[in-house]
């Protein structure tokens, strides 16, 4: 059943969508040691720049025409870059250290007010070296766009080879894969605890649903709810200290509360509905959820301990899978929009809706830490893929997996 941390097949990501307006910035290879520069290692320049690109907000130019490829200020010509169009350049080098280790060096630079706008300093192993460009366009993207950067996070998702369930995380590019668990029967609903260091995830392997979660650190895994009937949709509070899960305790679905270590089980819906589908706000004082006590799957609100609970949605009559953005202002969920289901965005003080996705068969949205972005499952050819959607609609991408159907997307949070 446990295969911690197996090397699995990467994502591949399409972009099908970019914003309006695109920073334009020019990115010089990096100069490396001979031992790093070969045909299977991907140059430090060519992540940072498929992870500006993947955003939809940067134009990254084509460097190689211009002779001169700094790699020290010093042997920056100015006037090369602004003909080429470039409002930033990002110049850097790496350098052998003693005990196998490797210092990275980068400049991001204002080519029109030909200064250094930033400058870092990276002492890693090689196998960092992926991770560390990850974290090199996070710094590129905060210090030109004023908001925090992702590429350096996670997502996790499930994908079906055959019929195997493997629960994979990999880095928010798709590279760097793991299998975190496999199994024979279904795994669902995976979700991260906000320190990023354990899974919660719903698994079939005993022939019913079983609420496990598992550290990403050591691999141990414990059981946090195997109740009579059905345990499932677990939801970390924005503390880590407790989940809200669904238990089939009666003969319907309700929410509870439980701690992390499986003790102090609440009950917080008592209703003869299906409420189900629980996700915490980010300030923790309340929980969204899905029933149907009005007739017609809606999002509701009520308090984090329990209590009356108020309708969020009207737009429509199916409105599932609610996900709060990380400042708590908006509300993604999945809507029927004229018998497609499509993810949503309403604006949680002014009631507006936006669907943002054009896809037909949407499930399972999760936000990017930032909230720029939303990543979610979708149908396509007959097999289950991801997708991704910026939250104002204009960025879209497209993420496969050749080797299987992918379900169960989750976006991990940041970390330092």
Request: charged fraction near 20%; avoid cysteine.
């Amino acid at each position: 059943m446990l295969l911690p941390f197996t090397s699995h097949a990467a994502l591949t990501i399409e972009i099908v969508g970019g914003a309006a307006q695109q920073i334009p910035i020019a990115i010089v290879p990096f100069a490396q040691p001979a031992s790093l520069q070969t045909a299977q290692q991907d140059t430090l320049a060519n992540i940072i720049g498929a992870d500006l690109r993947r955003s939809g907000l940067f134009r990254v130019l084509e460097t190689r025409g211009v002779a001169n490829q700094p790699t020290d200020i010093s042997q920056v010509r100015y006037p090369e870059w602004a003909a080429l169009q470039a409002q930033a350049l990002t110049i850097g080098n790496v350098e052998a250290l003693p005990g196998n280790r490797l210092k990275v060096t980068f400049r991001l630079l204002d080519v029109l007010k030909q200064n250094q706008l930033v400058g870092m300093e990276y002492n890693i192993a090689p196998n960092q070296l992926r991770m560390t460009a990850h974290k090199i366009a996070d710094v590129i993207y905060e210090k030109l766009t004023g908001e925090t950067g992702v590429f350096a996070t996670r997502i996790s998702y499930v994908s079906k080879v055959g019929k195997r369930y493997t629960l994979q995380v990999a880095d928010a590019d798709g590279f760097s894969p793991q299998t975190v668990v496999s199994s024979a029967e279904p795994i669902i609903s995976p979700t991260w605890s906000h320190d990023g260091t354990k899974l919660a995830y719903v698994s079939f392997e005993r022939k019913k649903p079983i609420v496990f979660i598992q550290s990403l650190v050591s691999g141990q895994r414990t059981v946090l709810a195997n109740f009579k009937g059905n345990n499932s949709a677990p939801s970390w509070s924005p503390d880590d200290r407790k989940l809200a899960i669904v238990l089939t305790h009666g003969a319907n679905s309700q929410i509870y509360t439980i701690n992390a270590d499986g003790t102090g089980l609440q009950q917080i819906t008592r209703t003869t509905a299906i409420d189900t589908e629980p996700v915490w706000s980010p300030d923790g004082s309340s929980i969204f959820f899905t029933s149907d006590r009005g007739g017609s799957p809606q999002i509701y609100r009520m308090p984090a301990s329990g209590g009356q609970a108020q309708r969020v949605t009207f737009d429509g009559s199916y409105n599932v899978s609610p996900r709060l953005s990380p400042d708590g202002k908006s509300l993604a969920y999945i809507k029927r929009d004229e018998g497609r289901f499509r993810v949503a965005l309403q604006d949680l003080a002014t009631g507006q809706v936006q669907v943002l996705s054009d896809t037909a068969r949407d499930e399972s949205p999760s936000f990017a830490p930032n909230g720029r972005m939303l990543l979610y499952a979708t149908s396509m050819g007959g097999k289950g893929t991801l997708a991704a959607v910026s939250a104002d609609g204009r960025v879209k991408q497209r993420l496969s997996d050749t080797g299987g159907d992918v379900r169960e997307p989750a976006w991990g949070p940041r970390v330092n």
